[in-house]
């Protein structure tokens, strides 16, 4: 059992300086997306000094490690994302952003620093691993298509059983572990629509076939209309958040272009939708002697939690942490590519806490006043290390 090996969390516990030292050189030095390659050396380079790793660039700016254990069993796969966002910080940190316009706003240095820490302590007890844990450092998941996806094509996951991550979370009071059976978070899709009208000066309306007056009637149809297609346990949100049509005040454009994103869970629901919009604004064009242009692009799809190693991942936090720092999360409207993973092998993904008691001191993530507090990256180690283990000691998962 678990048990067996000794003195875990002093072990976990005597890294943190170290793990706390590498989120910080990470949160001076961001990178965007695609963009890594310091990050992915630095990274590759810190695994190196640990020993008992086989390291690989799967991509450009990714990097895997394989523990590989003295004893056959299942693979399990960690992953923590490295990429930051096109933001100007505003923390005032003693380690605020080196590079302008670049920032770390959404806690991608602290999954990189904790994932490097549980390869640190799970690397100096390989003979207590059965089977093989893979961890994979992912680039890019703030951008579309996503590095996830990229790293599923080049084979990261051929052989594993079951992959696991963790996303710290800045407005939900620090060490409390958000668990969600099931889709976990949505798809996230986005659309563009350009209505082609023809445009006048605004004196003389009655010569132009106007495309803005149209546009709202179609956003505001659009909203209403989705809302009387889709059961509402669905969870379905179409929002438009933008419009662009003439500068000046006494023109009647020719064009009018809007779009937005649209989040969903259910696959089905996810492929009716463009067909949906796309029936009313023909419809509504056509009505108006006008045309239109539709554009429909798939991000990210359902981040699904499988219920088996979710249970796992529960028991785990309530063991380690107790049961009142473990509660069942609502979905999460917000997209993540960690579903590329989970797509193709049994997944679950956790949200950790590290923010404030007091609310008002948490600024959501890709905020440019964006903080974590760094005592949960200790919890975080902690979770990835006992997981891994509660795992290739658990009889059902192991292989005989």
């Known amino acids: 059992m678990i048990e067996n090996v000794a003195n875990l969390e002093d072990l976990v516990s005597s890294m943190n300086s170290q793990v706390i030292k590498w989120r910080r050189h990470l949160h001076e030095n961001p990178e965007l997306s695609f963009q ?11 695994l190196e000094s640990f020993g008992n790793l086989e390291l690989s660039r799967p991509t450009k700016t990714s990097v895997m490690a394989r523990l590989i254990g003295s004893k056959k069993g ?12 096109p933001i100007q910080e505003e923390t005032n940190l003693p380690f605020s952003s080196k590079n302008s316009g670049v920032m770390h706003a959404c806690g991608h240095d602290g999954h990189t620093a904790m994932l490097l ?26 951008l579309i298509p996503g590095g996830a996806q990229e790293m599923v094509k080049a084979g990261v996951t051929e052989g594993v059983n079951a992959v696991i991550g963790l996303h710290l979370s800045s407005q939900t009071p620090l060490g409390r572990f958000g668990i969600i059976y099931g889709p976990a978070m949505a798809a996230a899709d986005t659309f563009n629509v350009l209505i082609k009208g023809k445009g ?11 495309p803005v007056a149209i546009a709202v009637q179609l956003i505001n ?3 209403q209309f989705i809302s009387r297609k889709v059961n509402p346990a669905q969870r379905v949100v179409l929002s438009v958040t933008q419009i662009q049509g003439s500068n ?5 454009p020719d064009t009018v272009s809007f779009g937005g994103s649209i989040r969903t869970f259910d696959p089905e629901v996810r492929k009716q939708i463009p067909k949906w919009i796309e029936q009313h604004v023909k419809g509504l064009t056509e009505a108006n002697e006008c045309t239109y242009e539709l554009k429909h692009d798939y991000g990210y799809s359902s981040v699904v939690n499988e219920q088996k190693i979710t249970s796992l991942v529960e028991q785990t936090i309530i063991e380690e942490f107790g049961k009142e720092q473990c509660y069942h999360a609502e979905p999460v409207m917000g997209s993540e590519d960690f579903s590329a993973f989970s797509n193709v092998v049994p997944g679950c993904f956790v949200f950790l806490g590290a923010g404030s008691e007091n609310p008002i001191e948490n600024f959501p993530h890709h905020h440019p006043r964006f903080m974590i507090r760094e005592e949960a990256l200790e919890m975080g180690v902690l979770y990835y290390v006992k997981t891994a283990l509660n795992y290739h000691f658990a009889q059902e998962y192991v292989s005989q």
């Open 36 to 46: 890594e390659t310091q990050t992915a050396k630095f990274v590759y380079d810190t």
């Open 74 to 85: 299942n693979v399990l796969a960690l992953r923590a994302d490295m990429d930051a966002l």
């Open 117 to 142: 820490g549980a390869a640190k302590v799970l690397s100096t007890i390989k003979e207590h691993i059965s089977g093989e844990i893979r961890f994979i450092f992912q680039h890019a998941e703030e």
């Open 200 to 210: 006048g000066h605004a004196s003389r309306p009655q010569e132009a076939i106007d």
């Open 221 to 223: 149809s659009i909203n």
């Open 248 to 252: 000046a005040h006494n023109i009647i």
